[in-house]
């Protein structure tokens, strides 16, 4: 394993979707990546352990992060509500069977997976994420200290017209 710890991704306001509990979820699913990346060691019966170790953890949390953007979608009507949740149920199910198949015995190559990760990740974020932001800039009021927020008069007036 490497001495010292070093970032595969680095977060930058480009990945930012204008919700700061979104891009600070997201801030935490790099930060897994990174750790999981920081992890690879070549050592295969290492690489178990440590797998074992957190990936239901990571699980949870991509769980919990999936179910915020899916509220903030249904709460604000967003149209492509259906498609984003169809590649959020197909990511799950994608790990789900990477656990299965870890579980089973198969062999991790906690790299392969790890590019997996960041990849889909990144990948989510820059192109489906941003999708949902321009979305919520086109229907959310400016307040008097220039911040946006979107509040029911916004969803409604936004599906009236």
């Known amino acids: 394993m490497m001495d010292q710890k070093s970032e595969l991704v680095t977060w930058s306001s480009t990945f930012s979707v204008g919700v700061k509990l979104v891009d600070d979820q997201h801030k935490e699913l790099i930060g ?23 990936v239901q953890q990571a699980v949870q949390y991509v769980k919990v992060h999936f179910m915020t953007e899916e509220k903030i979608m249904l709460d604000t009507k967003f149209p492509g509500y259906a498609e984003h949740k169809k590649a959020h149920d197909s990511f799950i199910m994608a790990i789900l069977e990477s656990v299965r198949n870890f579980n089973a015995g198969k062999r991790l190559i906690l790299a392969d997976f790890t590019r997996y990760l960041k990849e889909w990740v990144l990948t989510h974020i820059a192109i489906m994420d941003k999708q949902y932001f321009g979305y919520f800039k086109q229907i959310a009021s400016r307040k008097t200290d220039g911040k946006l927020t979107i509040n029911q008069a916004d969803v409604a007036r936004q599906h009236s017209t």
Do not use: I, P, Q, T
Request: no cysteine; net charge negative; proline share 0%.
């Open 32 to 54: 897994l990546v990174n750790d999981m990346f920081n992890h690879v060691s070549g050592n295969e019966a290492e690489e178990r352990v440590y797998f074992s170790s957190v």
